[in-house]
């Protein structure tokens, strides 16, 4: 059972983060550190929202705003002695799309942003005999952005690249092999980035600002509860209040208003069920919460919360395994500040898709 159920757990976890709060696209998971061996695995979530309000001042819809897109993951792993181990997780962290529809009378009709954000981290876990490990290591988060504002001023536009910064992660692990127990704790620290910016205005004008990709903590844990059978889980703590992006020609135009950021911290519970069907069939279902914080939010990304429902399926031999899961999600409701009057967003959903394919040498 140990890795054919593991695997459906892993890939339902890593579904569970594509529409989660803030700007976060993955979980940052170091469950490939607990592989045996020599580990490959590729990874792609693909999410499709559905982000749709309506003006308060007039019957006017502001159409699908949120455009689907695609999370991809590299990681490997591999033993250097009887107690230490090496892993390398290459990904996406952070990420936003919003797309408003042009030919509308919506009032930010036509406002586009995108933000990519990849990191690469390298980790080290040393076993003790005890049960008890302890893990560390380094990670790389590279980001940029681009915004077209059509409704400020003559037409607001702005490009933005945050650069390479380092960043860092820690965490113990406490295992029972006998019974598929597992519970690992992971500190993720913030990473700070300075802004290279290009602002358009009427005029054009480069400058630069700071951002900070919150830190966070990841509780994972799963067990055995009865023959072929374990449930499995997480919470997951990111600080979410220290993100801000503030472009210093937006901010002096609103009067020292930030272009994106969050008044509240997000935390966000996942908690399933795994079971092997024979020796290469596994299955699992999993639930979804992330409490709304409540109040306003910004243009750029209008839900509040969320709740999903994932369902997952692996497939191992000796060799290779292949997992595919699908999760949809009901978004919270929010409101928005789109000019005069509010925008309101609700019965807002999202359907996320993820596949992952492992190779054992």
Known sequence: MKYLVWATTALMASTAMTQAGGIERSAQSVGILFEEGTYAELGFAW???????????APVNSGDMAPSYVTPSLSYRMDLTDQLSFAFIMGDHVGADANYPVGTTYPVAGSTAELNGMAYTALLRYEFPSMFSIYGGLRLSQI??????????????????????????VGAAYERPDI?????????????HTWQSTE???????????????QSLNLEFQSGVAEDTLVFGSIR???????DITPPVYTGVTGGGSLVNY???????TLGVGRR????????????????VGGQSGNLGPTDGRNAVGVGLTWENEQFEISGGVQYSWLGDTFTVPAAGVGNFNDNTALSAGMRIGIRF
């Open 200 to 214: 358009t205005l009427g005029a054009t004008t480069p400058g630069t600002f700071q951002t900070t990709i919150p």
């Open 237 to 243: 703590w990111v600080d979410w209040s220290e993100f």
């Open 263 to 269: 008044t509240d911290d997000r935390i966000t519970y």
């Open 47 to 57: 999410t499709d929202p559905d982000v749709t309000g309506n003006w308060s001042l």
């Open 144 to 169: 940029e952005a681009t915004v077209a504002l059509p409704w400020l001023g003559p037409g607001y536009t702005a490009a933005a690249d945050g650069g390479t910064e380092l960043g860092y992660v």
């Open 180 to 192: 598929a127990l597992r519970v690992a704790l992971t500190y993720n620290s913030a990473i700070d």
């Open 277 to 292: 069907f024979n020796e290469n069939w596994a299955g699992a279902l999993s639930v979804v919460h992330e409490p709304s």
